[in-house]
């Protein structure tokens, strides 16, 4: 194979890793995990964060007494 075909496979896993940094972000989860689950795993990686849903902020203020 050419190397043309690993730089269009890398630019793909660098796109995908970006859209999954951005659908975590929007769904407080971590960028991190996001790029990594779009980067390695594609577009099942992408369709994983979105099956994940939303996560909860937790605010610990509520509960604590002074």
């Known amino acids: 194979m050419t190397n043309s ?3 269009f496979a890398l630019a ?3 796109a995908l ?3 999954g940094s951005f659908l975590a972000e929007k769904r407080n989860r971590s960028k991190n995990l996001g790029f990594l689950l779009g980067f390695f795993f594609g577009v099942i990686g ?3 964060l979105v ?3 939303t996560k909860e ?3 610990f203020s509520k509960g604590q007494k002074n």
């Open 51 to 53: 099956l994940l849903g």
């Open 57 to 59: 902020n937790q605010d």
């Open 46 to 48: 992408l369709i994983i």
């Open 17 to 19: 890793g970006a859209w």
């Open 12 to 14: 793909v896993g660098v």
């Open 5 to 7: 075909y690993y730089y």
